[in-house]
């Protein structure tokens, strides 16, 4: 029998089905389809299809399926190991603290990162573990913050707001002076990840003061070429995967 279909939604929160959650053609096709990051969290949603002869027998079917759409991790804390941080100079275990989700839900991923006004800038590439050695690369009251993941791709942001003092060692010199003194204290530095916090904490800073104004086109032209410098030297004295600022 050849059979026309309709597909509805009777509880779902506010979701409906829509040519802009729909990712199938219509709400008649013969399969459907919603497109993904539609459905609302932590929701029971009953979708119901109702299958109708067209063959003149009046003849029909109904199904429904009920089902519980995914939740993200349930919130924990992010915490620094120190309180007392100084810009660019001192290196601290960002940690996220507490985080839990349903078993099937792992494995969890961490991205850290510190935000500037309404600009995030990321500290950290996607993590399998919750922690990391970073460097601050901005000074004065600033926030922290990690994006949980589960293995579903249902992510939770969690903040803390913390004091960072600003790098005092070299306060007398120019910008592009003491970019190359920070550059020419960790050349020496073995730990391939440290360098990579070093120039990705430089180039956050020399984006926000590009951004802000805060510093001549010149200085941050100089300085963004030290950077690069500094990476060419790091990776031909430790011949491993270059890093990608």
Known sequence: NKLSMQWGISRCGDFALTPTTLASATIT?????????????????????????????NAFGYNEITFLTNAPPTPGRVELSSMHIVQLDDFATIE?????????????????????????????DKLEVPF???????????????????????????????????????????FTRTVESILELYLQESDYQV????????LVLLNIAEEKGTISSQEIAQAKHLVVKFLRNYTEAYPITPYTA
């Open 132 to 174: 990391a050695q970073v460097l601050l690369p901005i000074s004065g009251n600033v926030t922290i913050g990690v994006r949980v993941s589960d293995a579903l791709n249902e992510t939770v942001l969690v903040q803390k707001a913390i004091q960072v003092e600003p790098t005092k060692l070299y306060a007398n010199s120019s």
């Open 96 to 124: 996220a603290l507490d985080f839990t989700d349903d078993p099937n839900d792992y494995p969890l991923s961490y991205v850290f990162s510190v935000f500037y006004g309404d600009d995030e800038f990321l500290l950290t």
């Open 29 to 57: 096709s013969p399969q459907l389809a919603i497109r993904a990051g539609q459905l609302p969290q932590d929701t029971q949603c009953t979708i119901y299809v109702i299958a109708q002869s067209i063959e003149g027998n």
């Open 195 to 202: 360098g990579a916090q070093i120039a990705n904490g430089l």
